[in-house]
C-alpha cells in the first residue's frame, strides 16, 4: 500500500554527498513529499518536505522532478551519524505519516 | 529544540495485564499520534487525536487500546490486557497543527516486552 518506492540500501563514502532516491508516481497535486530517518532504533526524525519546489535545510537538500513523480533527498556531506533507515513519504499536509520500508544508509568511514 | 517526552524507556508485563505508556508532547502542539514498531519490522500509525478525541485509528487499534489526554499535557495509550504480539516499541507524536505543513516530532520510545 505505500505510495512511494525507494532502494532497500545504499553505501555512501564519509564525506562524500548521498543521494536517495525516490519512486513516487501516483503522487496527487496536494500531496506533499516528506523525508524522514530514523538512527538505530531511536524515534523518527523529519528531516524535509516540499510540494513542487526543491527544498534545503541545515540537514540536507530535496529535489523534486518536474513532473513530481519522483525525488532526490542529499546529504551534502555525510557523515558516520548519518547512517540510519531513510523514509521518502508521500502524504498531504494535514493527514498522518504513513511509513514504508524505506533506506538503509550506510556511511563508510 | 523542544522534544517529545515518552515515559518509561522500557516496560516489561505480563501477558494480560494492563499496561499504561505516557508521553509529554511538545507544549503548544495540538495534534498527537501514537505510532509502534515491531522489531525488525515498519512503523506503523496506531492513532491520532486531536481536539480531546480520536482523529483517526488503524485497524491494529482495536477495542484493547484506548487513549487519552488527562491534564492537558500528558498523553497516554492504554492496552487493557497486553498480547504477546503487543511487544513492540511503542513511539508518541506530536506536531503543532493541522492544516500547516509542520513537521511530526517524535519521543525516543516505549519499549513494551510481554512476558
Known amino acids: 500500500d505505500a505510495k512511494t518506492t525507494q532502494p532497500p540500501s545504499m553505501d555512501c563514502a564519509e564525506g562524500r554527498a548521498a543521494n536517495l532516491p525516490c519512486n513516487h508516481s501516483?503522487?496527487?497535486?496536494?500531496?506533499?513529499v516528506y523525508w524522514y530517518r530514523q538512527i538505530h532504533s531511536q524515534g523518527p526524525q523529519y528531516i524535509i518536505h516540499?510540494?513542487?519546489n526543491n527544498e534545503t535545510n541545515e540537514m540536507a537538500s530535496l529535489i523534486i522532478t518536474e513532473d513530481r513523480k519522483s525525488s532526490t533527498l542529499i546529504l551534502p556531506h555525510a557523515t558516520l551519524r548519518d547512517t540510519a533507515v531513510y523514509y521518502c513519504?508521500?502524504?498531504?499536509?494535514?493527514?498522518?505519516?504513513?511509513f514504508g520500508k524505506g533506506t538503509r544508509l550506510h556511511i563508510l568511514p | 529544540e523542544p522534544e517529545v517526552t515518552q515515559t518509561p524507556s522500557h516496560q516489561v508485563t505480563q501477558m494480560g495485564q494492563e499496561v499504561i505508556l505516557r508521553c509529554v508532547p511538545i507544549?503548544?502542539?495540538?495534534?498527537f499520534y501514537w505510532y509502534r514498531q515491531i522489531l525488525g519490522q515498519k512503523v506503523e500509525f496506531l492513532v491520532s487525536?486531536?481536539?480531546?478525541?480520536?482523529?483517526?485509528k488503524s485497524e491494529i487499534f482495536d477495542d484493547q487500546f484506548s487513549v487519552e489526554r488527562p491534564d492537558g499535557s500528558n498523553f497516554t495509550l492504554k492496552i487493557r490486557s497486553t498480547k504477546l504480539e503487543d511487544s513492540a516499541m511503542y513511539f508518541c507524536?506530536?506536531?503543532?497543527?493541522?492544516?500547516?505543513?509542520?513537521?511530526?516530532?517524535f519521543g525516543s520510545g516505549t519499549q513494551l516486552s510481554v512476558l
Open positions: 513519504i508521500v502524504s498531504l499536509r494535514d493527514d498522518k505519516i504513513i
Open positions: 516540499g510540494l513542487k
Open positions: 507544549s503548544n502542539h495540538l495534534y
Open positions: 507524536a506530536s506536531k503543532r497543527w493541522g492544516r500547516d505543513n509542520e513537521k511530526l516530532f
Open positions: 487525536f486531536y481536539n480531546n478525541e480520536i482523529s483517526e
Open positions: 501516483t503522487i496527487s497535486g496536494n500531496e506533499y
